[in-house]
Nanobody
């Protein structure tokens, strides 16, 4: 059974950085299309960044382009999300998701596997 465990969330001031990590257990992370989603209170879950297999093409929401970077860490068997120049609007619970099958990277229904989420709070 594939399990995803996120870490790296926390509180930071606007302009700061955080690095989230999603460690995959039960299989090899590079066998999966991976993505990060976030959900703010009262809002729908939205795709933030995705990385596809096998070529690790990356995809980003317009709101995070040039600030966030998604990558695979093969040593850790993980997908990481480096977040720079954080803004208060980036606040939310960040979830990692994985799927063996392709599809629209930012559609939650594509992903059968999800982590428990990690909180990110950006203060102004």
């Amino acid at each position: 059974q594939v399990q995803l465990v996120e870490s790296g969330g926390g509180s930071v001031q606007a302009g700061g950085s955080l690095r989230l990590s999603c460690v995959v257990s039960g299989d090899v992370a590079s066998n999966y299309h991976m993505a990060w989603f976030r959900q703010a209170p009262g809002r729908e879950r939205e795709g933030v960044a995705g990385i596809s297999r096998p070529y690790e093409w990356t995809y980003y929401a317009d709101s995070v382009k040039a600030r966030f970077t998604i990558s695979q860490d093969h040593k850790k068997n993980a997908a990481d999300l480096q977040m720079n120049s954080l803004e208060p609007e980036d606040t939310g619970v960040y979830y990692c998701a994985a799927s063996r099958n392709g599809g629209d990277w930012d559609r939650p229904g594509v992903y059968p596997y999800w982590g428990q989420g990690t909180q990110v709070l950006v203060s102004s």
